[in-house]
T-cell receptor
């Protein structure tokens, strides 16, 4: 069955370091993959979209890579700040009958001053 | 620019009661969807709509009904609430369902069934 895996354990890093979050998927080949940020008590907010023919996408301090051979996407936040603390969700586009995006369970990032 | 608006923000129901969760968007998006988010389960798709008058089931549709009479509104109805439906419900909208466009989420309705 199709599966999306994100680290369930929180990632703790110090301010100024680069945070790297992982999204692995199995048993399908998504044409698109999106990343979202979710703060406690709020809905997810779109950050970046990467297409299968793109290796890398950047937006300010954010960078996403998409390796269709490894079936993996990496999400990087450079020069991290305490305000980056949140849960980050990856969402590959699933080629199923009913769904567009299927969301991973998310990884919590905690940036300490 | 309101985006996606969900009401109410919080609700407590007794088992067997019915209620409607409201969702409205002002971006003229064709695609709208309802998710539930439970601890350790992530976001699961309940129902979706690709335009006014068209709805379909997602991954976990049992116990829920939807309708889409206008582009703007996509209410979710619980017919007979059960404790297993205690969850946080999110409505989302997008330009289309291809996955090539961002989804815009509301801030959720936190529902407790006693």
């Amino acid at each position: 069955s199709q599966k999306i895996e994100q680290n369930s354990e929180a990632l703790n890093i110090q301010e100024g370091k680069t945070a790297t979050l992982t999204c692995n998927y199995t048993n399908y080949s998504p044409a698109y993959l999106q990343w979202y940020r979710q703060d406690p008590g709020r809905g997810p907010v779109f950050l970046l979209l990467i297409r299968e023919n793109e290796k890398e996408k950047r937006k300010e301090r954010l960078k996403v890579t998409f390796d269709t051979t490894l079936k993996q996407s990496l999400f990087h936040i450079t020069a991290s700040q305490p305000a980056d603390s949140a849960t980050y969700l990856c969402a590959p586009r699933v080629n199923s009958g009913y769904s567009t995006l299927t969301f991973g369970k998310g990884t919590m990032l905690l940036v300490s001053p | 620019n309101a985006g996606v608006t969900q009401t109410p923000k919080f609700q407590v129901l007794k088992t067997g009661q019915s209620m409607t969760l409201q969702c409205a968007q002002d971006m003229n998006h064709e695609y709208m969807s309802w998710y539930r988010q439970d601890p350790g389960m992530g976001l699961r798709l309940i129902h979706y709509s690709v335009g006014a008058g068209i709805t379909d089931q997602g991954e976990v549709p049992n116990g829920y009904n939807v309708s889409r009479s206008t582009t703007e509104d996509f209410p979710l109805r619980l017919l007979s609430a059960a404790p297993s439906q205690t969850s946080v419900y999110f409505c989302a909208s997008s330009y289309d369902r291809t996955g090539n466009q961002p989804q815009h989420f509301g801030d959720g309705t936190r529902l407790s069934i006693l």
